[in-house]
């Protein structure tokens, strides 16, 4: 796209994207790090990879029982998974 432009164009667009940019609002890192670890911290309790989900409404729950056993399985991998 910028080989198409012209060297005016681009600066046209660069001064463009500049004025946008001194217009937004500027905060010290200091605030908006302490207001995200408080917002983070205030979250946990909804988190489900923080507290897990529920084994009834986990999407990913198997849903049903093997003929062989993870345990048996895993003694002896070479079995057939049924």
Same mark, same amino acid.
């Given at each position: 796209?910028? #080989?198409?432009? @012209?060297?005016?164009?681009? !600066?046209?667009?660069? %001064? $463009?994207? %500049?004025?946008?940019? /001194?217009? &937004?609002? #500027?905060?010290?890192?200091?605030? &908006?790090?302490?207001? !995200? @670890? $408080?917002?983070? +911290? *205030?979250? /946990?309790?909804? $988190?489900? %990879? /923080?507290?897990?989900?529920?084994?009834?409404?986990?999407?990913?729950?198997?849903?049903?029982? @093997? &003929? !062989? *056993? #993870?345990? +048996?399985?895993?003694?002896?991998?070479?079995?057939?998974?049924?």
């Amino acid at each position: 796209m910028a #080989r198409d432009m @012209s060297d005016k164009e681009i !600066l046209k667009m660069e %001064l $463009d994207q %500049l004025q946008k940019e /001194v217009k &937004t609002e #500027r905060m010290p890192v200091s605030v &908006t790090a302490k207001e !995200l @670890s $408080d917002w983070v +911290e *205030g979250q /946990v309790g909804e $988190d489900p %990879l /923080v507290k897990g989900i529920p084994e009834d409404k986990n999407p990913y729950k198997e849903k049903g029982e @093997s &003929t !062989l *056993g #993870r345990e +048996e399985w895993f003694q002896n991998p070479s079995c057939e998974w049924k």
